[in-house]
């Protein structure tokens, strides 16, 4: 038996068959590090922390966001460091948890997975790198029944197209993962683009904000499909 507790990572551990327990009690530290396009490493990224998720790079390549996990709090948060590796900022604080940051193509916003309690999924939020670094649920300042449609969903981001209309976004990770979300960010919508019975999870634009790539196992094993818009 084995184990994840979500959305925090804060539980890792498995029991053996004779009753041999293991866990995992942090999270281990690495480092960010730039490669060039021979292999050859050409920098590091701040200084070593415990980096959890996927790392993205601005859309002007000065600067990289990443989810940092924090013993203290057993939640992550999201962190944003200069590519010359000398500056880092924290952008998101305790009690709420986030993860998978996304940049806007302007390179002025940051979408990602925003979970204000340990017992919710987490929700589509946003945070303006001009503003006061508050994170917002996307759906705020809606009406009450345009919020509740799109509060019950599990989000976290994956991409933002590059004319900034729509954002990414699949529900969760693992075997539960079988939709594939588009939110309207004009319209403060979030829309079912892909559902089936097979996992899928994942979504890139293409360039031409016509086409969004995804990973399915419809096939009987990972791989990358795509599909229009």
């Known amino acids: 038996m084995s184990s994840t507790t979500g959305p925090n990572l804060a539980a890792s551990f498995s029991v053996s068959g004779n009753g041999v327990l293991v866990y995992q009690a942090g999270f281990p530290s690495s480092d960010l590090k730039w490669y060039d396009r021979t292999g050859r490493e050409a920098g590091v990224v701040g200084r070593p922390m415990a980096h959890w998720g996927n790392a993205r790079i601005s859309p002007d390549g000065r600067r990289v966001a990443a989810a940092v996990w924090s013993p203290e709090t057993g939640g992550s948060g999201i962190w944003i460091f200069d ?3 000398r500056e880092s900022r924290r ?3 305790p009690p709420e948890v986030h993860r ?22 987490p929700r589509l939020g946003t945070l303006d790198l001009a503003g006061n670094g508050t994170s917002e649920h996307f759906g705020k ?12 969903v599990n989000a976290l981001a994956t991409d933002w ?3 900034g209309r729509f954002i990414a976004i699949d529900d969760g990770v ?3 993962v079988h939709n594939v979300w588009i939110a309207d960010v004009a319209g403060r919508r979030i829309v079912p683009f892909l559902q ?18 995804f990973v399915s196992v419809e096939s009987g094993r990972g791989g990358s499909l795509r599909s229009g818009l």
């Open 174 to 176: 693992g075997a539960e």
């Open 100 to 121: 998978r940051p996304v940049w806007s193509p302007d390179g002025m916003h940051l979408a990602f997975g925003r979970s204000i309690s340990t017992g919710q999924g």
């Open 91 to 93: 952008l998101t604080f």
């Open 196 to 213: 089936n019975k097979f996992q899928q999870w994942g979504g890139a634009f293409s360039p031409d904000n016509k086409r969004i790539a």
């Open 141 to 152: 300042g809606l009406p009450k029944e345009q919020f509740e449609s799109i509060d019950h």
């Open 83 to 85: 590519a010359n590796g």
């Open 161 to 163: 197209s590059r004319d």
